[in-house]
């Protein structure tokens, strides 16, 4: 499947280049703005639901003893994230001080009960809005380029850094095994109110499968 490319791809590497710059002094201070009054929980948009002001923050699929755990990350969510899998390194999609948020987090969760190994690729997901937006994963590719950009004098060692927290390229995720990353996007579409995150070819043993998984945007009370 060819790669999705929106028309944010470029301002997303310029993103990326303040947020290797970031990566390398050491702090990620947190942005003034609020992401938002709002929620992205799981399933479709509901009258009903944002009314009551329940949702369920993760939606699960289930492929053949495969199952998989996609949830948003707020700021706050992600970075506590990335600090559980690399403490040392702090939150490198974190936005610049008294700047909106540039992207959006996905926590994706594979626990592989299949008896077969499962191959996952992030460059085939793809984003999709209901403000007919398409977009996909950030990759180590876009990250690199933006450390080009400011001029990072390794750039391979900061990739280091950033690689066991997201998913880039194909990923294994052997039998018996769970195996969790970020998928991180670009910022949502102005007065979005569902998005539906679309996995293709994801290859269980010999088998090919797909996956979709809704989100909506609840607005918080008070």
Partial sequence: ??????????????????????????????????PGPYRVLAGPYSKKEVKAGVGRPAARVTLKGLIITVEFLDPQARAAFVKSIAPSTPDPF?????????????????????????????????????????????DLTDLYRGAAEVGVADPERTMD????????????????????????????????KELQLQFSFLQIGTETHSASFNFHKQLRKG
């Fill in 161 to 192: 850094r950033i690689a066991p927290i997201i998913f880039d390229s194909t990923t294994t995720i052997p039998k018996g095994k769970t195996v969790e990353r970020l998928l991180v996007f670009g910022p949502f579409p102005a007065k979005w």
């Fill in 1 to 34: 499947m060819r790669r999705v490319f929106s028309p944010t791809a470029v301002l997303r590497r310029a993103f990326a280049a303040a947020s290797i710059a970031l990566l390398l002094s050491g702090s990620a201070g947190a942005s003034s703005r609020d």
């Fill in 94 to 138: 974190t936005a610049r001080p008294g700047r909106p948020e540039i992207y959006s987090a996905f926590r994706v969760a594979f626990e592989n009960r299949s008896p077969f190994d499962v191959q996952f690729q992030a460059g085939n997901v793809v984003m999709i809005t209901d403000r007919k937006t398409q977009d996909s994963a950030v």
